[in-house]
């Protein structure tokens, strides 16, 4: 009894001093201090250990298409330029402001390719709480979110001048910006033919 008193004790004692930290304030929740020591590995190494578990989850349940098929890379590369190059770049696009300034750093993608096809597709789809990644499973087919996971592994196999060409291909632009890495120049404005009197 004396035991188990006291392990109520211990656990009273937590849950008060958790509470106290949570309404004391002092946990610095700005996007502009990035976390470190513990409370960042407690943050990397929950995220890792959920990723994994959701995978293993679903593998096995979900049929991969083959990511190599054009069509699909293609498909993937509309969805992945109008809505991923801000945080994420691409070869040859900066991250945007936005993805410069979200707490985590939006990570590099040119070594996705590594990674199981299912981890991609499954953060893709659900995103990650508290790291500004969306979920497009809420907007997007499975079809979709399979054709962005193709883009992705091919993306980190191309060039700055072949992802271009591929923008290009599929009809959209690149803005002057993301295409020479400068920023945009204000354009001048061609004068007007004087009018006859």
Same mark, same amino acid.
């Given at each position: #009894?004396?035991?188990?008193?006291?392990?109520?004790?211990? &656990?009273?004692?937590?849950?008060? =001093?958790?509470?106290?930290? #949570?309404?004391?304030?002092?946990?610095? &929740?700005?996007?502009?201090?990035?976390?470190?020591?513990?409370?960042?590995?407690?943050?990397?190494?929950?995220?890792?250990?959920?990723?994994?578990? =959701?995978?293993?989850?679903?593998?096995?349940?979900?049929?991969?298409?083959?990511?190599?098929? =054009? %069509?699909?890379?293609?498909?993937?590369? &509309?969805?992945?330029?109008?809505?991923?190059?801000?945080?994420?770049?691409?070869?040859?696009? %900066?991250?945007?402001?936005?993805?410069?300034?979200?707490?985590?750093?939006?990570?590099?993608?040119?070594?996705?390719?590594?990674?199981?096809?299912?981890?991609?597709?499954?953060?893709?789809?659900?995103?990650? %709480?508290?790291?500004?990644?969306?979920?497009?499973?809420?907007?997007?087919?499975?079809?979709?979110?399979?054709?962005?996971?193709?883009?992705?592994?091919?993306?980190?196999?191309?060039?700055?001048?072949?992802?271009?060409? #591929?923008?290009?291909?599929?009809?959209?632009?690149?803005?002057?910006?993301?295409?020479?890495?400068?920023?945009?120049?204000?354009?001048?404005?061609?004068? %007007?033919?004087?009018?006859?009197?």
């Amino acid at each position: #009894m004396k035991t188990f008193l006291t392990a109520l004790a211990v &656990v009273a004692i937590l849950v008060l =001093a958790g509470l106290a930290f #949570m309404f004391s304030g002092v946990y610095d &929740v700005s996007a502009s201090t990035p976390d470190r020591g513990l409370i960042r590995w407690a943050l990397v190494t929950t995220q890792g250990h959920s990723v994994r578990r =959701a995978v293993d989850g679903i593998k096995g349940k979900v049929a991969v298409p083959n990511l190599e098929d =054009a %069509k699909l890379i293609r498909t993937g590369l &509309v969805h992945y330029n109008e809505m991923c190059t801000p945080c994420h770049g691409a070869p040859g696009v %900066k991250i945007s402001e936005i993805g410069q300034g979200l707490n985590p750093d939006p990570p590099e993608l040119s070594d996705v390719g590594h990674d199981a096809p299912e981890e991609t597709f499954w953060v893709i789809k659900n995103g990650i %709480k508290m790291t500004g990644m969306p979920s497009f499973g809420v907007t997007h087919t499975d079809d979709e979110v399979w054709a962005i996971v193709a883009f992705v592994r091919k993306m980190g196999r191309l060039t700055p001048e072949q992802y271009q060409a #591929m923008v290009q291909q599929a009809g959209m632009k690149m803005p002057e910006s993301e295409e020479h890495g400068e920023e945009p120049r204000a354009q001048p404005v061609p004068a %007007k033919p004087a009018t006859p009197q």
